[in-house]
């Protein structure tokens, strides 16, 4: 695992990108926030694309730039994968020299990657010999996404690469995204305004708002944390869970999952027993009840939780943050707070009207 | 054909290859840097550029013959005197042609952009390397059109090659100033014959330009 420092103080059009970072750098990394967030440039500050006059950026024990030294690398001299939103390939070459045209710009002994496991990750092999112009929208992705691969990069920034892609042709990517990461062990920043991709892809998030960090960490905790709330706009997201499949009943239509010691019934999922899946819960979906009810219910997932604390959301409603083996928002009244009289510690059960898988969420 | 005019039409390949060169070499960055610079003396350097399409050449002729002859600032400082000289002819005819070279690059690295340039960067091509490697191809209709422009455009001058050069035989008589020449002294039927070599070759020029062009188009998707 890397630390990523980087501090960048640049203005925009309306506001000023402002961060701070000092960040974990593992695994998918989603840089995530509305549109003209920043986003973007803050990705490109990382990449050094654009110059913060007073910026600094370490990741490692690298430095790539220090303006109190007068120090900026550019892009070409960072160990740096950069896939933009649109493919950007090179109209002159076939598929082949595109993927080809950085593997022969790094050094003999830097090259980790290779094309034959590029192009059997992303499953390109059959476009090696095309020309650019003949390949669908997600077809050039999967090459842009090969050819920043080929260059063995230390670090892979990849900015909205699904953004003009229609929603098949994203579920046509986003597997290979997340396969990159299982079998390259390149980590990965992802800038996004779709939550369906972050909640699929990232396992870390930097949150940012009109050009500020609003928020880092674990995908669970940050979306779970009610003080992102206001600005994660409808998004009410009570748990983020990367379950297991156990079993499927085709006759009624499920599919069982465990989380930690919990048992989740979803709909009948095309996923093989044992695959790992990531399911959401929204916050209204969660009710609570007191005790294990000894008549009968009509809600399948029921959790066994304890309350961690208590939040205040509006005049109406609250937000009681439980602990399920990872942090459950559920909203609730605040009238059904003071019949319950909810207190951190106490043990409850969670019932679940229902349990989303990612595909199922779409923006 | 004379033998004063077989010398006149080699001079003449002679000066516009040696213009085309020369305003490549010169044109490339000089139309890179008004493709991409925010300057603000932008403009007025366009505008520089833009001048021979408007001045009637007799004006730029003029300014050449007084700044490359022997009381210009060149014959007063080093004792060179340009005029009525062959080099006189290129340097005057690099000018005279800069905007023929200088707005088709230019348009073509417009319309290229940055980003494929930083494509290039994030996959570790210095920036010499990306210009040669990326974007000189996507911009290769942008160099037929400048060489063949320039190079035609140098060929049909007269005005100035006239005033510079003064058309000097086997020096600086070019084709179209021995027209001038032949006409001048009624020889009807050699200036026909010029004429005709002058007219074919530039059709021909045209339309092998317009035929690759269609023939092997360049896809920039």
Redesign the interface.
């Known amino acids: 695992m890397s630390q990523l420092r980087a501090r960048f103080d640049l203005p925009l059009s309306t506001f000023r990108l402002n961060v701070d970072l000092d960040v974990p750098i593992s695994g998918i990394t989603a840089i995530f926030g509305p549109s003209g967030s920043g986003k973007t440039t803050l990705l490109r500050c990382l990449?050094g694309?654009e110059r913060a006059p007073h910026g600094f950026m370490q990741f490692g024990e690298e430095v790539w730039q220090d303006e109190s030294l007068g120090l900026c690398l550019?892009?070409?001299s960072r160990p740096?994968?950069?896939v933009?939103q649109?493919p950007?390939?090179?109209?002159?070459y076939d598929v082949r020299a595109n993927l080809l045209?950085?593997y022969q710009?790094?050094p003999v002994n830097e090259r980790r990657i290779v094309l034959e496991q590029v192009v059997e990750i992303l499953g390109i092999g059959h476009l090696l010999n095309r020309?650019?112009?003949k390949l669908s929208g997600g077809e050039?992705q999967r090459v842009a996404i090969g050819?920043?691969l080929l260059?063995s990069p230390k670090l892979l920034l990849l900015d909205e690469p699904l953004a003009s892609l229609d929603i098949q042709r994203k579920q046509e990517v986003l597997p290979f995204i997340h396969r990159l990461h299982e079998h390259l062990h390149i980590p990965v920043v992802y800038v996004s305004h779709g939550l369906t991709e972050i909640l699929q892809l990232a396992g870390r998030v930097i949150l940012l708002n009109e050009g500020h960090v609003i928020g880092t960490g674990a995908l669970n905790e940050v979306f779970t944390t009610v003080s992102f709330r206001g600005q994660l706009g409808p998004h009410r997201i009570g748990a983020i869970l990367d379950a297991r499949v156990i079993s499927h009943d085709p006759p009624y239509g499920l599919t069982q999952l465990t989380f930690k010691s919990h048992s989740l019934f979803v709909p009948l999922q095309p996923v093989a027993v044992g695959q790992a899946v990531r399911v959401h819960i929204f916050s209204n979906d969660v009710s609570l009840v007191l005790g294990k009810m000894d008549v009968p219910t009509s809600i399948l997932n029921i959790l066994e939780a304890t309350v961690v604390e208590i939040r205040e959301l509006n005049q109406s409603s609250v937000d009681v943050v439980l602990d399920i083996g990872a942090p459950l928002v559920a909203s609730i009244t605040r009238k059904s707070l003071m019949a319950l009289g909810l207190k951190p510690g106490q043990h409850l059960f969670a019932h679940i009207k229902a349990v989303a898988l990612n595909e199922e969420l779409m923006d | 054909m004379t033998d004063v005019d077989l010398n006149a039409l080699w001079i003449t390949l002679q000066l516009a290859t040696t213009t085309v060169i020369v305003l490549l070499i010169v044109g490339t960055p000089l139309a890179w840097w008004l493709a991409h610079t925010r300057s603000r003396v932008r403009p007025i350097v366009e505008a520089l550029v833009a001048l021979p399409l408007v001045l009637p050449p007799t004006v730029l002729g003029f300014y050449f013959l007084i700044v490359l002859g022997p009381s210009g600032p060149l014959g007063q400082l080093i004792n060179l005197n340009l005029a009525f000289t062959f080099t006189g002819l290129v340097i005057a005819s690099v000018l005279y042609s800069m905007p023929f070279v200088i707005q088709p690059l230019q348009g073509a690295f417009e319309a290229a952009g940055r980003s494929p340039l930083e494509a290039a960067w994030s996959l570790r091509a210095s920036k010499l390397d990306a210009f040669l490697t990326v974007i000189s191809p996507i911009a290769l209709r942008g160099y037929i059109s400048a060489i063949v422009l320039g190079f035609a455009h140098t060929i049909g001058e007269f005005g100035v090659v006239l005033m510079v050069g003064g058309s000097i035989p086997g020096q600086t008589r070019v084709l179209s100033t021995t027209i001038f020449e032949h006409v001048e002294a009624m020889e009807y039927g050699q200036a026909h014959a010029i004429a005709a070599v002058l007219l074919t070759f530039s059709f021909l020029v045209l339309l092998a330009v317009y035929v690759v062009n269609r023939r092997f188009p360049i896809h920039v998707s």
């Open positions: 990449a694309l550019p892009l070409h740096i994968g950069y933009f649109e950007r390939l090179f109209p002159h045209y950085g710009r790094i020309r650019i112009h050039q050819r920043a260059t």
